[in-house]
């Protein structure tokens, strides 16, 4: 079946203010995919109906046209993601792009044209999704990867417009306040903690700010006792699979955080141990740089992390839906509530900018507002701001008075 958009097609007359006719074509660039407009004027609008049918015809039975694309969306999203994704992405960035079409590929719209998909077979992937518990940030990271790469198509003149910018992804949410856990929750898992090999690891998380990633490419090198401080260099990714050691993507993501002597001296006794487990392992020993490793010196998995992670909270018998990244809400909650500036949380969280910040931690901004005009207050007026305001008789005898 042709591809009836993308054919050259005739638009109804228009009449003009002086009375003639205008007669209108409108045909796409197959290479570029751009829309032209053809017009000419006449004196009867049948004269510019039929110029306008004729010219339409003209460009339809072209031999020079090449035939509407057949390749399915299945074909061109993995086409896509192999010739031009791969060149323009890091590894596990593209593994990323790979999980987030997964469910575009097990659609029945992957085995549609991609001349013929439209936007509603979008909108029922997004609603399934939904349906399946998935987030709403999962599924718009699903809707951005689609239509970067339908973009691309449009751009290559195999679709003449990208249906996915008409799909509506749900909006974006912020992370549940109850996953996040509370102080007792938190002092709770450190407290089972305690007597983990990797004790070290899960303070440094809670009390960091730290994302799993950035703590797992943590090297020795990185930490300076002196100063009081830890280099943020790099962070640890997979997807099961494959596993990627890699700079911070942004220069934000790329620094130095101030730590407390007891956490220190938690990063001593650690290496330490590690010492001792790197003697028993002799030659096995795998990666003397880095912080938090194997019993045989190797690099973490952060899926291994994640399910330790899971034993530590029904041992300390705490909620099951806490995840690693809801120590670092937990701070970041913790530092805002207690009066610490947005754009210092902002930073020690390592946000690309202050917005990002604010668009996670803006709910709990209000009542830090509120606090903030109550201690002003209290610093102008001193003991009389716990009293309330006092009226002077004088002031109601004159406004009496007045009246």
Known sequence: MPNRVKDPYAVEPRRLPSGRWKGRVVRYDLETGKRHELTQTFDSKREAKQWAETEAAKYRDDPNRKPPSEETV????????????AGQVRDTTLIAYRRYVKPIMGSPAAQKPIRSVTALDFQGIYTEMTRAGKAATTVRHTHTVVRHALTDAVEWGLIPFNPVDRAKPPRKTTPPVETVPTPDEAKKLLEVADTHRLKALWYFLALSGCRRGEALGLQWTDIDDAQRIVYI???????????????????QGRRTLAVTPYLLDLLRDHRNQQDLERQAAGSAWKSPEYVFVTRQGGLLWPNDVWATFKRLLKKAGLRQDIRIHDLRHAMASFWLANGVPV?????????ANISITLQIYGHLLPNMQEQAAADM?????????ADGPQKDPKIVVELQGNE
């Not at 260099?233 to 220069?251: C, L, N």
Request: overall charge positive; hydrophobic content about 35%.
């Open 74 to 85: 299945g074909e061109y999203l993995n086409r896509w993601l192999n010739d031009v994704a």
């Open 233 to 251: 260099r790099r962070t640890v990714t997979s997807d099961g699979a494959f596993r990627s050691i890699h700079e911070p993507k942004t220069a």
């Open 343 to 351: 754009k210092v949380v902002s930073e020690r969280l390592g946000h």
């Open 377 to 385: 207050e209290a610093a102008f007026l001193g003991s009389r701001a």
